[in-house]
């Protein structure tokens, strides 16, 4: 889930596994919006793209690639974007 109604880098993210092998998953936003994303694993690492949403406040968000990493605190954390 992400804290807010859009990704920015460096925010502290969760990331729940259900172990189903695929690259589709559900990516909740703070503001209540839900989209269907493609994920993969990387070197420790985890890629994520997200396609085109609308926020709760129907503001169009382009598409991004986001690299997700595993942080000293043991949160994940958006590293950087593509």
């Given at each position: 889930m992400f804290p807010h109604s859009h990704a920015f880098r460096r925010d502290r993210i969760s990331v729940d596994d259900d172990r189903k092998v695929g690259?589709?998953?559900?990516?909740?936003?703070?503001?209540?919006v839900t989209v269907i994303a493609e994920w993969h694993p990387v070197e420790g690492a985890i890629?994520?793209?997200?396609?085109?949403?609308?926020?709760?406040?129907?503001?169009?968000?382009?598409?991004?690639?986001?690299?997700?990493?595993?942080?000293?605190?043991?949160?994940?954390?958006l590293e950087r974007v593509w």
């Open positions: 690259p589709g998953c559900l990516v909740e936003f703070g503001d209540g890629h994520l793209s997200i396609p085109t949403y609308r926020t709760a406040k129907e503001t169009e968000v382009a598409p991004q690639t986001w690299r997700l990493v595993l942080d000293n605190d043991g949160y994940w954390r």
